[in-house]
C-alpha cells in the first residue's frame, strides 16, 4: 500500500498511546536484540530501543514512503530496513531477545498461521509484545466494508473487502498457550479519539483504514467513494465533537 506518512503523523499523539501500554508489558533486560515488525517511520522503535538499556534494535517495514523518514531515528542502536512481515517470518535467520509489533500484523492475513511463525522468532525465553486495531469490531472498517458492496465500487472492486485478518482475543489467548507462552495477557481495550467533527474523523481513517480501498479504484470512483463515506460519516456523527471509541489488542507472552 501507498503510505503517507503527514498524514499518518496528524494524530501521532492518539497512535502512541497504545504503544505506551504494549510498552509497560515488557519485561526490561539488558542488551536484548529486538525487531519490531511494522516499524513505520521509526519514531517508536526509537522509543523502544530508548526504554530498554543496551538493546539492539532492528524495525522493519514494507512501506519506503514511511522508511524515508526513519534516518533521524537511527542510530549505532537502532537500524532499519524495507521487508515485510510475511518475508521476516518465512526466512528465519535470526532469533529475538524481543518481538515487537505496534499496529501493523492487522494487514498481514490468517492470523492463525501468523502467529505461530512470529512465536518461531524467539529465543528461548524470548518475549512477545504486540498491540493491533480490533479492525472486526470497529465502526469505520464496517462502514467502508458496506460501501465497497454496493455500486459502482462492487463492480470495479470485483466483490472484493477488506476483511479483517483479526481474532478474537480468546482465539489469540488460546494461540499463544498452545505455542508455549507464559505469562499471556491478552486484553481489548478502548482508545477514545475524540475530533472537532466528522470531517476530522475522516482525516483520521483516510491515513490507513481508508487506503485499501481508494487504491484500487479509478480516479472517478476513488473520487465517489470518498464522498459517499464522507457523507456517512457525517450522518452516523454528526455530534460536535465526534467521540470515537476505537477498539485495540494488545497481548504480550513469555516463550
Same mark, same amino acid.
Given at each position: 500500500?501507498?503510505?503517507?506518512?503527514?498524514?499518518?503523523?496528524?494524530?501521532?499523539?492518539?497512535?502512541?498511546?497504545?504503544?505506551?501500554?504494549?510498552?509497560?508489558?515488557?519485561?526490561?533486560?539488558?542488551?536484548?536484540?529486538?525487531?519490531?515488525?511494522?516499524?513505520?517511520?521509526?519514531?517508536?522503535?526509537?522509543?523502544?530501543?530508548?526504554?530498554?538499556?543496551?538493546?539492539?534494535?532492528?524495525?522493519?517495514?514494507?512501506?519506503?514512503?514511511?522508511?524515508?523518514?526513519?534516518?533521524?531515528?537511527?542510530?549505532?542502536?537502532?537500524?532499519?530496513?524495507?521487508?515485510?512481515?510475511?518475508?521476516?517470518?518465512?526466512?528465519?535467520?535470526?532469533?529475538?531477545?524481543?518481538?515487537?509489533?505496534?499496529?501493523?500484523?492487522?494487514?498481514?492475513?490468517?492470523?492463525?498461521?501468523?502467529?505461530?511463525?512470529?512465536?518461531?522468532?524467539?529465543?528461548?525465553?524470548?518475549?512477545?509484545?504486540?498491540?493491533?486495531?480490533?479492525?472486526?469490531?470497529?465502526?469505520?472498517?464496517?462502514?467502508?466494508?458496506?460501501?465497497?458492496?454496493?455500486?459502482?465500487?462492487?463492480?470495479?472492486?470485483?466483490?472484493?473487502?477488506?476483511?479483517?485478518?483479526?481474532?478474537?482475543?480468546?482465539?489469540?489467548?488460546? !494461540?499463544?498457550? $498452545? =505455542?508455549?507462552?507464559?505469562? /499471556? *495477557?491478552? #486484553?481489548?481495550?478502548?482508545?477514545?479519539?475524540?475530533? +472537532?467533527? &466528522?470531517?476530522?474523523?475522516?482525516?483520521?481513517?483516510?491515513?490507513?483504514?481508508?487506503?485499501?480501498?481508494?487504491?484500487? !479504484?479509478?480516479? $472517478? =470512483?476513488?473520487?465517489?467513494? /470518498? *464522498?459517499? #463515506?464522507?457523507?456517512?460519516?457525517?450522518?452516523?456523527? +454528526?455530534? &460536535?465533537?465526534?467521540?470515537?471509541?476505537?477498539?485495540?489488542?494488545?497481548?504480550?507472552?513469555?516463550?
Amino acid at each position: 500500500m501507498a503510505w503517507n506518512p503527514d498524514t499518518y503523523n496528524k494524530f501521532k499523539s492518539e497512535r502512541f498511546a497504545p504503544f505506551y501500554d504494549v510498552l509497560a508489558l515488557i519485561e526490561i533486560r539488558e542488551n536484548m536484540d529486538i525487531i519490531d515488525l511494522g516499524c513505520g517511520t521509526g519514531e517508536l522503535t526509537r522509543k523502544l530501543a530508548d526504554a530498554l538499556p543496551h538493546s539492539r534494535v532492528l524495525g522493519i517495514d514494507s512501506s519506503q514512503e514511511m522508511l524515508n523518514d526513519s534516518a533521524p531515528f537511527a542510530s549505532s542502536q537502532v537500524q532499519f530496513e524495507q521487508k515485510s512481515i510475511e518475508n521476516q517470518v518465512r526466512n528465519v535467520e535470526q532469533k529475538w531477545d524481543l518481538v515487537f509489533s505496534n499496529a501493523a500484523i492487522q494487514w498481514v492475513d490468517d492470523h492463525e498461521a501468523l502467529l505461530p511463525k512470529i512465536i518461531s522468532l524467539l529465543k528461548p525465553n524470548g518475549q512477545l509484545a504486540i498491540q493491533l486495531p480490533a479492525q472486526h469490531h470497529n465502526a469505520l472498517n464496517k462502514m467502508l466494508n458496506e460501501l465497497a458492496d454496493e455500486e459502482p465500487f462492487k463492480t470495479e472492486l470485483q466483490g472484493w473487502q477488506r476483511t479483517p485478518p483479526v481474532l478474537e482475543i480468546e482465539q489469540y489467548a488460546q !494461540l499463544l498457550f $498452545e =505455542n508455549g507462552g507464559n505469562e /499471556i *495477557t491478552v #486484553f481489548e481495550k478502548i482508545y477514545p479519539l475524540v475530533v +472537532s467533527d &466528522s470531517s476530522a474523523l475522516y482525516d483520521w481513517a483516510s491515513g490507513t483504514t481508508l487506503i485499501p480501498y481508494t487504491e484500487k !479504484l479509478n480516479d $472517478e =470512483n476513488r473520487h465517489r467513494f /470518498i *464522498t459517499d #463515506f464522507k457523507n456517512r460519516l457525517q450522518k452516523q456523527f +454528526s455530534k &460536535s465533537p465526534v467521540f470515537y471509541p476505537f477498539k485495540r489488542i494488545i497481548m504480550k507472552a513469555v516463550f
